[in-house]
Antibody, heavy 119, light 110 residues
């Protein structure tokens, strides 16, 4: 089955760190760009970061630049998001999504993992 | 940075046509993609590259893009179409480039 499954979310204190993972299956992971998108409670979608198929190109939203790091392991069919210096405003459901074109559109999404930043 | 503007809400009666707009500076020069998100679920791609539909998406969903406005049109609206809809583009004009989402439109089926 073609799917993406996120993990690693949870409760973390402000200033803390968390690493999200996204396991891909059912397709050739190494052929696709991958992305992280988040959604704060009751809010809209916010793009977080994108990584090309070979990791040659990486892009971040200004809101996370310098704090978050996207990476991938094509041998393990996995995407990661290392989140440091977390803030309350980073509280959201984090989705991984497959890029169908160069980076967009996102044609396959995971179910998301909730990150809560609170003391 | 590039901004996409959507109306917060659109209401339509069953069987009628819903039109959801996405405004952006010269958006007609970009490829626009649309997502449907129902409560508690992940988004689903319903229109890509302005007007193409992924497999499995009903023909009732269509899109257009010209000038400063892209439009998602849902014909013969059904109760099951009630959801939030988001437009998206790849902003290659910014440095660095990146993905932009509109603020989302809540479609209510009366």
């Amino acid at each position: 089955e073609v799917q993406l499954v996120e993990s690693g979310g949870g409760l973390v204190k402000p200033g803390g760190s968390l690493r999200l993972s996204c396991a891909a299956s059912g397709f050739t992971f190494s052929s696709y760009s991958m992305n992280w998108v988040r959604q704060a409670p009751g809010k809209g979608l916010e793009w977080v970061s994108s990584i090309s198929s070979s990791s040659s190109y990486i892009y971040y939203a200004d809101s996370v630049k310098g704090r978050f790091t996207i990476s991938r392991d094509n041998a393990k069919n996995s995407l990661y998001l290392q989140m440091n210096s977390l803030r309350a405003e980073d509280t959201a459901v984090y989705y991984c999504a497959r890029g169908a074109g160069d980076y967009v559109p996102f044609d396959l999404w995971g179910r998301g993992t909730l990150v809560t930043v609170s003391s | 940075s590039y901004v996409l503007t959507q109306p917060p809400s659109v209401s339509v009666a069953p069987g009628q046509t819903a039109r959801i707009t996405c405004g952006g500076n010269n958006i007609g020069s970009k490829s626009v993609h649309w997502y449907q998100q129902k409560p508690g679920q992940a988004p689903v791609l319903v229109v890509y590259d302005d007007s193409d539909r992924p497999s499995g998406i009903p023909e009732r969903f269509s899109g257009s893009n010209s000038g400063n406005t892209a439009t998602l049109t849902i014909s013969r609206v059904e109760a099951g179409d009630e959801a939030d809809y988001y437009c998206q583009v790849w902003d290659s004009s910014s440095d660095p480039p990146g993905v932009v989402f509109g603020g989302g439109t809540k479609l209510t089926v009366l």
